[in-house]
């Protein structure tokens, strides 16, 4: 047990799928996962281990932002040794190539500040995917026919920017989506030398205004699901 995971040691699996919505870590195992297990529920946070394809994997929340990301991460990391952690979860679109349902693979992720930058200080770190992670989603998602883009995204602090003016820069310089947790994950993966990746599927876009209805957000997730699952076992 840790001070946020309830697990005992050995209850949580190396490969750790990490959805921002607690209820969502229980949809995806009870969808995907053989004989899921709750093995956290400190402060609703869910978390289930299972099997899928023979191989044991856990799905636990995050929570929203990077400061309660950090904290999961972190515990997952060090106290239960996960070596494989995949964020799948929900961004706004930035380009106009990107379209609602799209799925964006982030290869890098910008951010202004996260709970890292207190030892970061000066340095403007680049929060980078693992190269092996990310070729598997690739693959599995243009096996599954998913419109992919593959590219950087920004990690926002805010929800509800108030800078038209960042979002604008963003943009031009190529981000695909902002979304509130992958430059923290990727960043505490280089510290601690484990592999993390986010997935992420556009549920709204910053320059139209569109949203993802509501009902096709179940079936986007479950997509984001079964790439981060081939991803991280691509040989099952
Ligand atoms: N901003 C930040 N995070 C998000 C967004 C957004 O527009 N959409 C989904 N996650």
Redo the contacts with the bound molecule.
Sequence with gaps: MTIHIGANPGDIAQTVLMPGDPYRAKWAALNFLNDATLVNEVRGMLGYTGTWNGNRVTIQGSGMGMPSLSIYANELITQYNAQTLIRI????GMQPQVGIRDIIIAMTASTITSPSSGILREINFAPTADWSLLRAAVTAAEAKGSTTHIGGIYS?D??Y?ERPDLDEQLTRHGILG???EAAELYTLAARHKRRALAILTV??H?QTGEALPAEDRERSFGDMVEIALQAAFPQS
């Design positions: 979860g929900s961004c706004g926002s805010v929800f920017s902002v979304e509130m549920s709204d910053l």
